[in-house]
């Protein structure tokens, strides 16, 4: 399905690509502590669940009845349990934008919890490292770990970035065609 362009395939492309830029720096930027990538990302994540939230409010309670009518086809679907009966549903305008800033909100909030975690365990991810090392003797575990923990962080913020794009396209475009 066409959502799955920018909930996986996008944000896939745009981590690898990413990783692949960090790999072939000369000057790696430090990836955590005080002037680090997680401490820059933080403070522009954490802005973002209040926009969300104000997005998601706008939605549910804008009055235009145009809101309320199916989207166009190819409507996206989405299966609900109704009654204990899995249904089908076309989505509105309305729905859409509300699973898309309730998305946006859930990312965010991660993302903001995941960024200050390791902000706040920065001292002990440096002492990790060094007893992973001394434990198996070799540097590739803690390469590992690293890659996984930065491989899952960056396409959070990736899809969110996506999908940010998305409702901003659809929100100044596609909201306004029949």
Known sequence: NEMRTYTTWLPLFLTIAAGLLYAVLPFKPALVGSSGL???LLSVVSTLPGFYFAGLAAVATFGSSTMDHEMPEPAPEVVMLVR???????LTRRLFLSY???YLVI???GLCFALMAINL??????????DIGRWTGAEWPWFVVKC????ALMFVFASMVV?????VFFLTEKIHQP
């Open 100 to 102: 898309l800033f309730s």
């Open 84 to 90: 204990g009966q899995k249904v089908s549903i076309k």
């Open 163 to 167: 999908s940010t794009l998305h409702g």
């Open 107 to 109: 990312l965010s909030f």
């Open 121 to 130: 365990l920065s001292p002990s991810i440096d002492v990790l490292q060094g």
């Open 38 to 40: 997680a401490e820059s």
């Open 148 to 151: 996984a923990i930065g491989f």
